[in-house]
């Protein structure tokens, strides 16, 4: 079974500072990876997603994630957050060639402070 | 505007009482999630249906039931069985085609007294 660890479930930083939000994943076949963002009192949205090719993805929003494989990681970085980045953020996996369930990590707050 | 829309958004409920949740999408997508939310768990999988008239029980299914009569609704029941049925629940939709972005509705928070 797949199981996907975020190491860190809450992570104070002042505006303008980088951030790196840890996220490790086991998995026995491959996978796909996501990182989606949850805002207080919503559901999901889809912030970005690594399928194949390029190991390093790229939102809209300034963050990035680079896929690891030999430490099975993909961790979220944004070099200045704002304070609208205040949110919950979930890494998930799907398995390849067995459908799009998704499973997910425990979920890391990030808090951005003036 | 196409999207998935949960309600009720609150819902109250005595212990020992069922209660639907409805899951509603205009996406066209074939299949329908169900998730929950708790703090610090993340997001675990209750059912999910690839087609209609079809779903699959997911890792926390105990105490749950569904339908997939329709495409469009994906109705979730927590029965009296479910032991903790306090939590937040989320709904998704996606094409089904592996990779595809999964579609979230703004979620049911239900809370037993």
């Known amino acids: 079974a797949q199981s996907v660890t975020q190491l860190d479930s809450q992570v104070p930083v002042f505006e303008e500072a980088p951030v790196e939000l840890r996220c490790n994943y086991s998995?026995?076949?491959?996978?796909?990876l996501f990182w989606y963002v949850q805002y207080p009192n919503q559901g999901l949205q889809l912030l970005l997603k690594?399928?194949?090719?390029?190991?390093l993805v790229e939102s809209i929003n300034g963050f990035e994630a680079e896929f690891n494989k030999s430490q099975t990681s993909f961790h979220l970085r944004k070099p200045s957050v704002h304070i609208s980045d205040t949110a919950e953020y979930f890494c998930?996996?799907?398995?390849?060639?067995?459908?799009?369930?998704?499973?997910f990590g425990g979920g890391t707050r990030l808090m951005v402070k003036p | 505007d196409g999207g998935i829309t949960q309600s009720p958004k609150y819902l109250f409920r005595k212990e020992g009482q069922n209660v639907t949740l409805s899951c509603e999408q205009n996406?066209?997508?074939?299949?329908m999630y169900w998730y929950r939310q708790d703090p610090g768990q993340g997001l675990r999988l209750i059912y999910y249906?690839?087609?209609?008239?079809?779903?699959q029980k997911g890792d926390i299914a105990e105490g749950y039931s569904v339908s997939r009569e329709k495409k469009e609704s994906f109705p979730l029941t927590v029965t009296s069985a479910q032991k903790n049925p306090t939590a937040f629940y989320l709904c998704?939709?996606?094409?089904?085609?592996?990779?595809?972005?999964?579609?979230f509705g703004q979620g049911t928070r239900l809370t037993v007294v």
């Open positions: 998704a939709s996606s094409q089904g085609a592996e990779g595809t972005e999964a579609f």
């Open positions: 998995s026995s076949v491959s996978v796909y």
């Open positions: 690594y399928l194949s090719g390029s190991t």
């Open positions: 998930a996996v799907t398995l390849v060639n067995a459908g799009n369930m998704l499973t």
């Open positions: 996406l066209n997508h074939d299949a």
């Open positions: 249906s690839q087609i209609v008239n079809d779903f």
